[in-house]
């Protein structure tokens, strides 16, 4: 499956909303996020959109897309495509650490039959966008959250987990609305211990000297055997003027 089973929790709950006419009462365009953080210090998203976000001002206004028109583009046109599908999510989406912004990562998109989430059918009656993405979580953060663009014109289910452990209550977010903070870890991860290594500076001094020291001792040894090798070979004469 293209899809976790948080993912399929998370479109159960938005069926309920949309059944309870919690969201519009109607059968309109939404997006879902569902983001996971790892202990290792890397957070990843997948996000699940309507391609009708972005080719309408109005998304209700338009019906279903079918598979077919994705499908039937040319390479040019679905390379196109996707790209206007990631100028949207750039512009609809704002991560913030510890209330800091951070730009979405890179995204890769894929085409999926939105009926089961699973890749695109010859009959896929509701396509819908598969994004995902993937980066380091920023030094010190402890929190997360999510600024849903003013613009974005659709609603957002917000699905938060650490590791496999999914948030118990996934958010529901409307255009222009900030997320509650989603806190992965209680504080900074400690910083790694300093070696102690001296330095570089310092150790090219002690070598130097080293090397002074021993050259004056090598030079003092040689100095004392001359002079004892000078006066044993002198003149008896040249010994009794001293």
């Keep these: ?8 929790l998370s479109f159960t709950l938005f069926a309920l909303l949309w059944a309870t006419g919690l969201l519009h009462g109607h059968n309109v365009p939404s997006m879902t996020i569902e983001s996971r953080f ?3 210090g890397n957070f990843d998203l997948t996000i699940n ?9 109005d998304p209700r206004s ?15 046109q679905a390379a196109s495509t996707l790209e206007k599908a990631r100028e949207y999510l750039r512009q609809s ?12 990562p890179k995204l890769t998109i894929q085409p999926i039959d939105g009926a089961d989430n699973m890749p695109l059918k010859p009959d ?7 994004a995902k993405c993937a980066a380091p979580i920023p030094e010190g953060a402890t929190e997360f959250q999510i600024a849903f663009g003013k613009n974005a014109a659709t609603d957002l289910i917000l699905l938060n987990a650490l590791e496999n452990a999914a948030e118990r209550r996934p958010q529901v977010l409307f255009p222009g609305e900030t997320s509650r903070p989603f806190v992965f870890r209680s504080t900074p991860p400690p910083a790694p211990a300093a070696t102690q290594a001296a330095p570089k500076g310092s150790t090219t001094t002690t070598v130097v000297l080293v090397i002074a020291l021993a050259a004056v001792f090598i030079g003092w040894r040689l100095l004392n055997k001359y002079r ?6 002198r003149k008896p004469k040249d010994r009794l003027q001293e």
């Design 93 to 104: 989406i704002q991560l913030l650490f510890n209330g800091q912004p951070l730009a979405l």
């Design 38 to 40: 790892t202990a290792g």
């Design 49 to 57: 959109f309507d391609p009708r976000s972005f080719l309408a001002a």
């Design 228 to 233: 004892h090798f000078h006066r044993g070979h």
């Design 62 to 76: 338009l019906p279903p897309v079918i598979g077919s028109w994705f499908s039937d583009q040319s390479p040019d």
């Design 124 to 130: 896929t009656q509701e396509l819908h966008l598969l």
């Design 1 to 8: 499956m293209l899809l976790s089973s948080r993912t399929c």
